[in-house]
Structure formats: C-alpha cells, structure tokens
C-alpha cells in the first residue's frame, strides 16, 4: 500500500498520560497535514509541514500538543497530560505542493483517540 | 474568517432521484472548493475539485462566486453514491493550502 499510513489506529489512555501517533505520508510528497475531527464535525487543521519545517499551527494545538517531521518523512503527533476533550480522530494528510498552486490532499485512515 | 457551511446533516433520496449537496462559504479571496467524500469504512478522498472542472461518477460542482456556493450535484442517484460528503476550501497558495472543512452531510440512497 503506497497510500498515507498512521499507527497506530486505535489508542485508548487513561487522562493524564502522554500519547504518540505516527504518520507515514505518501513518499515524495514534501508537505504533511495534520487534523482532528471530532463527532459530528468535518476535520479541523492542526498543523502542518513543508519538509522538516513546522509552517502552521493552529490556535487549536494547544501546548500539549507538539509535532515533528525531524527529516522530512514521517511525522509524529504527541499529547501530553491528555484530557477527555483530546478524545478524537487525529488524521494526516499529505501533498505534493507544485508551482501551480494545485495539489491534492491524500489522507490516511486516521488514528482515533479514546481518553477515558 | 474562512468557513464552510453545509446546511443539511442528512440528505435520503430514492435510487435515480437528482442529488443536490449544499455548500456555501465564506472566504476573503480566490478559494479553491473542493468535495471529499467517505464511504463506509474508507478513508478520506477526493472527489472532485472546482478548477478542474470535471464530473467525477456522475457528480458536478460549479463555483457561483455571487452566491459563494459550490453545490455538489447528481441527476440520479446510485445506491454506491451513499457515503459522507464534505465541502472544503483552501487558499490559493495561502495558508498552507490548508483545508476548512464543512461539517458533512451523509447521503443515503434508498433502493
């Protein structure tokens, strides 16, 4: 499967713990999205990468909430001390930004959060 | 502000019947719309986007900038066509090219 891929797919924390979820964006695409949907609602942006470098962030991503693309590959989405409120679907995306502006977002399946 | 609105959570047609999806927008510039849909079990695609100007299965949009609505349309409805439909819209080269997403609207095809 060459397609976005994110592990893992499924985590369930106890509030307060630290979580980490990976995303494997599509090889040659440089930029890398990440959103969070919850119930009932389309996804929202959270973050995103041009290579290794963080562009974007979200009023939504508070200080628990970090990201990194350390060589421009896969990225990692961490939250620490989670609340209930985190319980979501995280997902990512990923692009190939072109000259002419147009691109797609290819999603991956997403990763969903349960804080209990 | 950057928004997306679709007004309908839940649109049921009969199998053949015409499919009207709403969207309207909000955005101060030149967006780019676009509709993603997700069927049962799958992950997020797109479906079609308004500078291509493409029917993708049977679906067209049209970009009405007076109206700021990018309405996704069908003549007749499949029962494949039931799935979750979301309108989005990005900055041209702005923003990241980040995507708004509407809140959904789930289509179902009854036979």
């Known amino acids: 499967d060459t397609g976005v891929s994110q592990d893992p797919r499924h985590k369930i924390t106890k509030r307060g713990q630290n979580v980490t979820f990976r995303c494997d964006p599509i090889?040659?695409?440089?930029?890398l999205y990440w959103y969070r949907q919850t119930l009932g609602q389309g996804p929202e942006f959270l973050t995103y990468?041009?290579?290794?470098?963080?562009?974007?962030k979200s009023r939504l991503l508070s200080d628990r909430f970090s990201a990194e693309r350390p060589k421009g590959s896969f990225s990692t989405l961490e939250i620490q001390r989670t609340e209930q409120g985190d319980s979501a679907m995280y997902l990512c995306?990923?692009?190939?930004?072109?000259?002419?502006?147009?691109?797609?977002?290819?999603f991956g399946p997403g990763t969903r959060l349960t804080v209990t | 502000a950057q928004r997306v609105t679709q007004p309908e959570k839940l649109l049921s047609v009969f199998k053949g019947a015409p499919v009207e999806l709403k969207c309207n927008y909000s955005?101060?510039?030149?967006?780019?719309l676009f509709w993603y849909v997700q069927y049962s079990r799958q992950r997020l695609q797109l479906l079609l986007r308004?500078?291509s100007r493409e029917s993708i299965k049977g679906f067209t949009a049209d970009l009405n900038k007076g109206e700021t609505s990018f309405h996704l349309k069908k003549p007749f409805a499949q029962e494949e066509d039931s799935a979750m439909y979301y309108c989005?819209?990005?900055?041209?080269?702005?923003?990241?090219?980040?995507?708004?997403f509407g809140a959904g609207t789930i289509l179902r095809v009854k036979s």
């Open positions: 995306a990923s692009s190939q930004a072109q000259a002419s502006g147009t691109y797609e977002q290819y």
């Open positions: 090889s040659e695409h440089n930029r």
């Open positions: 990468f041009q290579n290794e470098a963080q562009l974007e």
């Open positions: 955005y101060s510039g030149s967006p780019e």
């Open positions: 308004h500078i």
């Open positions: 989005a819209l990005s900055g041209m080269r702005e923003y990241g090219n980040k995507l708004v």
